[in-house]
Every structure is written in structure tokens, then in C-alpha cells.
């Protein structure tokens, strides 16, 4: 008996959201000696970078950078406005939502957290309410994730801060993009967006490791009169540097700046309308293909309403174990690695095998998603999983139309 073909060799693709993949433009781009962090080329990339971070952003503002994920992103975004005892409103709508106002709390906030669930965007009456009852102004700020990467909940922000204009109140918003920046639509500055954090991983397309906390004159006002921010996470010398090192508090990610800098230079050239509309395209091309395997009850789009789909990610089930099987199936077999199922069900529990996720952020074009949504074919078909047909099919008409 001959051994079967193994066809997992060749060229990778990591699906996952986050990080993405990286283009070889920037992995070239990092990929250098040491360079002089005192004077020359990479002090002189500061302002062009900072100009073109804003530009992703939609913001004429301010960008304060940080050596670290968007965990750090998080905090520092928190620890400048939001003094111990400050009361936030936490709006989440998955997992990463909880997670920030988890690290509120840790930082001494006092967190109001309102739990939409795992399946329903943010419920503006709601909150509406709770600003209408807040008559002397205590909560602080709202955090807000405009994306979710554990459910793919997109939500919508113009009209989270039409409630807070229509409530005449005068919190902060802050909002999370760290999964949604350059592949959703976002406005910091015409949605009035006070604080925004991104990461460079995902959207950017750079390796973990540096994450952005934007921020408009209001929110530097509530900095400037909060008693202390520690020295390593204030905004203000980031924001405001007047010396190369006060960009980055120390040492400078050296080769993440040319990584980025290439990244910023893909997206430009592209256009930002141009790199939202791909991912929109892309991104619908995904749906029609799940909506077809849906059609069998047995796989699943987590997210039903695609006014509330993000472009950047599809949390998907499938009957447990199926998803766990359908991700070892790919990976193992055709060199394809979806995401894991996040915040859906414990760890440990047979539920946990039911989830999965599709990352198409960044660096990602139509070949590359028909080959993921091929894959996804030929593995419910190998393990025997019940699908709808057509799926390729709808996927391909979506890719065709649009392109
Ligand atoms: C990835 C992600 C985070 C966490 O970023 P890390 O770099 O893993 O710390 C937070 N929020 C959202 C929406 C994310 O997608």
C-alpha cells in the first residue's frame, strides 16, 4: 500500500485573528542590522510615521506608542484618565470587552460592566438610560470595543456617541480597535472618539509587540488634571516628544518602526477607503460561503445580523467537537490554521470544541480566502461533517462581482 499524498507542504496560511499575516515587505523591512537609535534615519521617522499612524486612525490628534500589545495599550489608555475610584461604564459584547474592564478594575476604577452578551451588539436604550440616570456626571468614561474578536461583533459607535450627545453627558469615549484599525470603517475624529487604542498586529500588519493609544485635546484635558500617571505609561512625553527616546520611554522598538513604517506605506498607497472596501469585499465573500454551509443546521454564523459583522473576523460554530476536528483537519492536513473559539464556552468544557474563528485582517486578498474557504470544504468533507452545498460557489460570485 503506497503512503497518501501529504499536502501540507508548502506555503502556510495562518487564518487567525491575530496576529495576521505579514507581508513580506515588511518582514524585509525588519530585517537589518542594528541601527543607530542617537541620530539618523530612524529619529528622522518619527514624525512621518506618527502622520501616518493619524491617517489610519482618522484623527488629526494625537498618537502616544507603546513597546508592548494591546494589553499595554489597555492600561495606558486607563491609567491616564481614569484615576483610582473613577467610575467607568463598561460596555462589552465579548470577551475582550470584559477584559478591559477587568483591567479597569485592577487599576482601582470603579467598573460598571454591562454585559450584552455573546450574540447582540450594544443595546442603545439601555444606555441610553443609564446616562439619563447618571444626573451628576459620574461615570468617567465608556469603554466600548468596536470590534469583538471572541464573538465578531462590530458595533456600532456613531450611535453609541449620538446617545451620550442626546444625554448631553460628559464622559469620555473610549474605544477599542485593536482588531478592527485599517480593516473596518472607523472615523476617530467624526464619530467624536475621544481615546482610541490600536496594536500593530493585526490591521498594521506588523509582529506583536507595539501598540498605539490615540487621543483628542479632551482627553489630554482629563490628563492633565488627573494627581499622578505613572512616568513609563503617561501619554503626554509619547505625544508630545520633544527627544527621540520620549516616543517610546526608553529604547526604541527598533526594527518594529521599519515594519511599520512599510506597513503604513502599503496601506497608504492602497488607500484607506480602498484597504476597507477589500476587507468589506473579502469579508463577504466569507459570509456567503458560511451562510451556504449554514444551510444544514449543523455550522453556524455567530453573528446573524451583518450590520453587526465585523470585516476583520467571523466567529463561527460548528456542533462540538466538529470545530476542534475541522482546525487539527486543516492544519494538519493542508497547512491552514483557523482560530480557536474564544469567550464562547470554559476551557474544559466539551462546549469549548464547538466554537472557531476565521481571521481576514491585513494582508489578505481574494485567492488567499477562497483557498481558506476551500480548505474549510475539503475538511467537512474528509471528516464526514454535515454542510450545506454551494458555499464555494456563493463565495466565488461575491469575489467575481466585487472585483
Ligand atoms: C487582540 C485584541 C486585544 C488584545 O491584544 P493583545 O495584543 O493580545 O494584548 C484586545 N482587544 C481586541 C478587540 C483584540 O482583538
Not at 144 to 162: E, G, K
Not at 172 to 195: K, Q, R, T
Not at 283 to 310: K, L, Q
Amino acid at each position: 500500500m503506497s503512503t497518501p499524498p501529504n499536502l501540507s507542504h508548502g506555503r502556510s496560511y495562518l487564518a487567525i485573528p491575530g496576529p495576521s499575516v505579514m507581508p513580506e515587505a515588511v518582514l524585509q523591512a525588519m530585517h537589518r542590522a542594528a541601527p543607530n537609535i542617537y541620530a539618523g534615519e530612524l529619529v528622522q521617522m518619527m514624525p512621518g510615521l506618527v502622520a501616518d499612524l493619524k491617517r489610519v486612525a482618522r484623527t488629526t490628534h494625537h498618537v502616544a506608542m507603546y513597546t508592548g500589545n494591546g494589553h499595554a495599550a489597555w492600561e495606558a489608555s486607563l491609567v491616564n484618565v481614569v484615576a483610582p475610584g473613577d467610575k467607568v461604564l463598561v460596555l462589552a459584547t465579548g470577551r475582550f470587552g470584559i477584559g478591559w474592564g477587568e483591567m479597569a478594575i485592577s487599576i482601582g476604577a470603579e467598573a460598571e460592566v454591562f454585559d450584552f452578551g455573546l450574540q447582540a451588539p450594544l443595546d442603545m436604550d439601555r444606555i441610553a438610560q443609564r446616562l439619563a440616570a447618571d444626573k451628576g456626571h459620574e461615570i468617567k468614561a465608556i469603554l466600548a470595543v468596536h470590534v469583538d474578536t471572541s464573538t465578531s461583533l462590530r458595533n456600532d459607535i456613531v450611535a453609541l456617541r449620538q446617545v451620550m450627545d442626546d444625554a448631553d453627558h460628559p464622559a469620555l469615549l473610549m474605544v477599542d480597535c485593536i482588531a478592527s484599525l485599517g480593516c473596518d470603517v472607523f472615523e476617530m475624529d467624526a464619530w467624536g472618539v475621544d481615546v482610541m487604542v490600536a496594536g500593530c498586529q493585526k490591521g498594521l500588519m506588523v509582529p506583536p509587540g507595539m501598540s498605539f493609544v490615540f487621543f483628542n485635546d479632551k482627553a489630554d484635558a482629563a490628563r492633565a488634571k488627573m494627581k499622578r500617571v505613572s512616568w513609563y505609561w503617561d501619554w503626554t512625553p509619547r505625544a508630545h516628544a520633544e527627544e527621540f527616546f520620549q516616543y517610546h520611554g526608553g529604547t526604541a522598538p527598533t526594527h518594529h518602526l521599519y515594519g511599520l513604517r512599510t506597513a503604513l506605506d502599503m496601506i497608504h498607497a492602497e488607500g484607506m477607503e480602498q484597504v476597507w472596501l477589500r476587507h468589506q469585499t473579502l469579508a463577504s465573500a466569507v459570509w456567503a460561503a458560511c451562510e451556504a454551509w449554514s444551510a444544514e443546521g449543523h455550522f453556524a454564523m455567530n453573528v446573524t445580523d451583518p450590520a453587526y459583522r465585523s470585516h476583520a473576523v467571523t466567529s463561527l460554530r460548528l456542533q462540538s467537537p466538529d470545530a476542534t476536528a475541522l482546525r487539527d483537519w486543516v492544519e494538519s492536513q493542508i497547512g491552514l490554521t483557523l482560530g480557536i473559539g474564544l469567550g464562547m464556552a470554559p476551557p474544559g468544557d466539551p462546549a469549548w470544541h464547538g466554537f472557531f474563528r476565521l481571521g481576514h485582517m491585513g494582508h489578505v486578498n481574494g485567492q488567499m480566502i477562497m483557498g481558506l474557504l476551500g480548505g474549510m470544504e475539503a475538511g467537512m468533507r474528509a471528516l464526514g461533517i454535515v454542510h450545506g452545498k454551494g458555499a464555494l460557489d456563493g463565495a466565488a460570485q461575491v469575489i467575481a462581482s466585487g472585483a
